[in-house]
């Protein structure tokens, strides 16, 4: 035998296993997904009915979950609520409370830390009716994520509204090294970006453009892969009454989307590849967002622990209701292995 080889090839085959395991994870090319409980839904109170909640954006920070809502009632049609807590079974005993930052419409929240300028962003959608399409995105700021009471009022992304867009929806930000991009969808099959520079975040946005056009409708998110030069995006899509998801890769923020899992027979998530680990308690795979790697504004995520936070509800649940009485609640998807 000729040891000399032998040991050779033992050693090659160890350092290309090593270097292989150092390697980040990829997308998968088709996703598979297990399906939680239901994690959080509507709490009644005696200022309100609450219909649902919906629409969450989440962080995990100093040892806590933090996830802000939609919540739809009879009086108040749309506000945002913040619930911490630092294990998921808690969720029923978590403190809800209201955010104050406005008495008016306010919806649709993303939260992310903003290195640049040491603070908290709540991004989200509020009702201007002096302009010309009263949705517009706003802000919110604060050094203080556990301090619900701390938030700034809402101030406006842009000075007027830009003349090319006649309507848009739930708004996204990512940045890179040198730009801030803001994503957004307008209801009929496409999806737009803006960018600003850095520094003058969160103003100087530029004229959105079309990015994506293909049948897709609302509430999409946008990623960082981990360890890539990969972006995702994964966007709510229509099967008559379902809602389910769709993803879309691309090389840089303002480069070409490219179906990942874009059609209702190989999706993001739907009923054809969710599976549940309990009781069936939705239908629907809506407006959600992925459990994040970090808390920054790139939104990384990692790709070997994929996690998606999402609103739900079963067919029956919703049939009959106007859209603001259906009773969604939220759970997670955790990547089946």
Not at 2 to 26: D, H, K, M, Y
Not at 107 to 119: E, I, L
Not at 207 to 226: G, H, N
Not at 242 to 253: E, G, H, M, P, S
């Amino acid at each position: 035998m000729n040891f000399r080889r032998t040991i050779s090839r033992t050693v090659g085959a160890a350092l290309i296993a090593a270097a292989t395991q150092a390697l980040p994870a990829e997308l998968p090319s088709e996703f598979s997904w297990l399906c939680s409980a239901p994690l959080l839904g509507p709490e009644t109170n005696a200022n309100d009915f609450y219909f649902s909640v919906k629409d969450p954006s989440v962080v995990f920070h100093e040892r806590r979950w933090h996830v802000f809502v939609t919540v739809r009632g009879k009086k108040r049609s749309h506000q945002t609520e913040y619930i911490s807590f630092k294990d998921w079974n808690d969720t029923a005993r978590a403190e809800r409370h209201f955010l104050e930052v406005t008495n008016g419409y306010f919806c649709a929240p993303q939260v992310f830390y903003f290195t640049p300028q040491r603070k908290w962003f709540l991004v989200y959608q509020a009702i201007d009716t002096n302009r010309t399409v009263a949705l517009q995105p706003v802000f919110s700021t604060t050094t203080n994520l556990s301090d619900w009471r701390s938030w700034t009022p809402p101030q406006f992304f842009y000075a007027k509204h830009p003349a090319n867009v006649k309507g848009w929806i739930d708004f996204w930000v990512i940045c890179d090294e040198t730009r801030a991009h803001l994503f957004f969808t307008s209801n009929n099959n496409l999806m737009w970006r803006a960018e600003t520079k850095l520094e003058d975040f969160p103003y100087g946005w530029s004229e959105p453009k079309v990015v994506l056009r293909d049948d897709i409708f609302e509430a999409s998110a946008t990623y960082r892969i981990k360890g890539r030069d990969q972006f995702l995006t994964v966007i709510e899509a229509q099967n008559g009454s379902r809602r389910y998801y769709k993803a879309y890769v691309a090389d840089k923020l303002d480069g070409e989307w490219k179906r990942l899992a874009g059609t209702r027979e190989k999706p993001f998530a739907s009923l054809l590849n969710v599976r549940d680990s309990g009781e069936h308690w939705t239908d629907s795979f809506s407006h959600g967002e992925f459990i994040r790697s970090g808390v920054d504004e790139h939104m990384e995520l990692d790709p070997a622990h994929l996690r998606f936070l999402f609103q739900g509800v079963l067919d029956k649940d919703m049939r009959g209701k106007k859209y603001g009485e259906i009773p969604w609640r939220l759970g997670i998807l955790e990547q089946a292995r």
